[in-house]
Nanobody, 129 residues
Framework: QVQLVESGGGLVQAGGSLRLSCAAS????????IGWFRQAPGKEREAVSA????????YYADSVKGRFTISRDNAGKMVNLQMNGLKPEDTAVYYC??????????????????????WGQGTQVTVSS
């Protein structure tokens, strides 16, 4: 099974920045779509961002567009999420997840959590007011 390990969470004041990393035990990130999700207490898990394995296309939730940036390091087999301009509403446990790319072309429903087969254990992000 693919193993994913998140790191980089912590406590930050509103307006600050954090960089989350997801280390993946895979042969190549080209074979996997990687998504970032978050879940706050009492709320459903929601998609934040994702990057496709085939061509590196990136995706963002409207709530984080312009503030967060997803990127990948193929040599290091890591996917990063740079979070700037953090708001208290961003407070949540952040998870990375992987989905193997299919043998055929077609759409990638990046925000559908049920499509992802492997999940990390999560890292806490807390943004103070």
């Amino acid at each position: 099974q693919v193993q994913l390990v998140e790191s980089g969470g912590g406590l930050v004041q509103a307006g600050g920045s954090l960089r989350l990393s997801c280390a993946a035990s895979v042969s190549s990130l080209d074979y996997y779509n990687i998504g970032w999700f978050r879940q706050a207490p009492g709320k459903e898990r929601e998609a934040v961002s994702a990057i496709s394995g085939r061509d590196g296309t990136t995706y963002y939730a409207d709530s984080v567009k312009g503030r967060f940036t997803i990127s990948r390091d193929n040599a290091g087999k890591m996917v990063n999420l740079q979070m700037n301009g953090l708001k208290p509403e961003d407070t949540a446990v952040y998870y990375c997840a992987s989905k193997g790319v299919g043998p055929y072309g077609g759409g990638y429903r990046w925000a559908n959590r049920f499509e992802y087969k492997n999940w990390g254990q999560g890292t806490q992000v807390t943004v103070s007011s």
